[in-house]
Every structure is written in structure tokens, then in C-alpha cells.
């Protein structure tokens, strides 16, 4: 059974940085496409970053783009989220999720979410 737990986030000062990390577990993390997503209250979920198994593509948000970085350590069997600069429109749960499937575009499993609060 794929297990992903996300830690890492927390409350901020708009400006400041955090790093979500995700911990995968029971399979072969080598090869998912990884991604976080993230829900506001009041809003739909929506991607904010993915990044390939072979880590040589990775997708972008257009909002988060040059603030958030994905990284995946496929021997340590994680993803991170860098996010700098944060903003207060970043404030949402943030998910881990994974895609188990290649060529697919939907992902299969997911965390249980993180809560990302940014101040102004």
C-alpha cells in the first residue's frame, strides 16, 4: 500500500521560507511522477508543482514560478517543496501526491495535507 506523509509546514511572515518534504513509501517511488497540490478554504484544489521519476521535467504554477522549487531524492524515497517569498495566497493545505501510472495525467495516491499560513 502507497503511504506519503508531508511535514514541514507551519506559519510564516509573508517573505519567509518553508521546505515541505514528502516520505513515500511501498512501492517503487523511482517510478511515480511526484506532485504538490494545494486547497484554500473556499477554493478547488490545484496543482502547484510535478516533477518527472527521471527529475529532468518539472512543472510550475504560473503564480509560484521562480518563488517554489520540486526536487525528488528517488534513493531516500522523498519529494520536497522549497517555497520562497512566500505570499499570503499561498496559505492553503498542501498535499503530496503521486502518480503511479506513466502517461497518465491524474495522480493515484495522496498525503494527508499540511497547513501552510502566511501572514502579511
Known amino acids: 500500500q502507497v503511504q506519503l506523509v508531508e511535514s514541514g509546514g507551519g506559519s510564516v511572515q509573508a517573505g519567509d521560507s518553508l521546505r515541505l518534504s514528502c516520505a513515500a513509501s511501498?512501492?517503487?517511488?523511482?517510478?511515480?511522477?511526484m506532485g504538490w497540490f494545494r486547497q484554500a478554504p473556499g477554493k478547488e484544489r490545484e496543482i502547484v508543482a510535478a516533477?518527472?521519476?527521471?527529475?529532468?521535467?518539472?512543472y510550475y504554477l504560473d503564480s509560484v514560478k521562480g518563488r517554489f522549487t520540486i526536487s525528488r531524492d528517488n534513493a531516500k524515497n522523498t519529494v520536497c517543496l522549497q517555497m520562497n517569498n512566500l505570499k499570503s495566497e499561498d496559505t492553503a493545505v498542501y498535499y503530496c501526491?503521486?502518480?503511479?501510472?506513466?502517461?497518465?495525467?491524474?495522480?493515484?495516491?495522496w498525503g494527508q495535507g499540511t497547513q501552510v499560513t502566511v501572514s502579511s
Open positions: 501526491a503521486a502518480d503511479l501510472t506513466p502517461g497518465s495525467n491524474s495522480f493515484d495516491y
Open positions: 511501498g512501492g517503487t517511488f523511482s517510478d511515480w511522477r
Open positions: 516533477i518527472h521519476w527521471s527529475r529532468t521535467k518539472s
